[in-house]
Structure formats: C-alpha cells, structure tokens
Nanobody
Framework: QVQLVESGGGSVQAGGSLRLSCAASGRTFSSYCMGWFRQAPGKEREFVAY????????DYADSVKGRFTISRDNAKNTVYLQMNSLKPEDTAVYYC???????????????????WGQGTQVTVSS
C-alpha cells in the first residue's frame, strides 16, 4: 500500500515557476514508477510526466517538454515536478500517481496507476 501526498501548488503569473512535491509512504518506493497528471475543469485527466523507479528514465507530454522537469529522491520517498515558464493553459489540479514497475510500459495512461494523491491546484494567470 502506498499513500501519496502532494504539495507546492499555488497561484502564479504566466512565465513564473512552481515546484510540486509528492511524498510517499512505504518502504519500497523505488519499486514504483511515478507519474504526474493534471485535470482542468471539464477536461479528461492528462499525462504530464513520468519517472522510472530508479529515476534513470523520464518522459513528458509534448505540451510541457522543455519547461517541466520530473525527478525523484528515493531516499526521501519523494517525487518532484519543477514547472518553469508556466502558461495559463497549465492551470489544473495536478496529481501524482504510482504503480508497480512491471506495469510501467504504459506510464502515459492514467488508468494503469494504482495509487493517487489528493491533488494540488495550480493556477496560472495571464
């Protein structure tokens, strides 16, 4: 069982930065790949970024590539999402999610994740 708690959301002007954190419980954090997803009002939850259990592999949605960076610190059971050059269209509730490493080939689909945080709001104003 894994419990996830996000933090770091807030309001920022376009062009600004935020860093989201997701703290996980449990002693086998490195055996899970982690994803960040977001959901804007009236829209489906969408993939943002992925990091493998070791942290050695990452991937991003095209819409955030070059602006967002995902990383993890397995010693602290925490995954991060550094968001730079934020745009109004980045406004959404951001969720972190975890699933076992054997299932990580489908990391971009939210349906495969077993564990989810409660979400943190990110609002970017123009």
């Amino acid at each position: 069982q894994v419990q996830l708690v996000e933090s770091g959301g807030g309001s920022v002007q376009a062009g600004g930065s935020l860093r989201l954190s997701c703290a996980a419980s449990g002693r086998t954090f490195s055996s899970y790949c982690m994803g960040w997803f977001r959901q804007a009002p009236g829209k489906e939850r969408e993939f943002v970024a992925y990091v493998s259990g070791s942290g050695g592999s990452t991937d991003y949605a095209d819409s955030v590539k070059g602006r967002f960076t995902i990383s993890r610190d397995n010693a602290k059971n925490t995954v991060y999402l550094q968001m730079n050059s934020l745009k109004p269209e980045d406004t959404a509730v951001y969720y972190c999610a975890a699933k076992g490493a054997v299932f990580c080939s489908t990391y971009a689909s939210f349906r495969g994740y077993n564990y989810w945080g409660q979400g943190t709001q990110v609002t970017v104003s123009s």
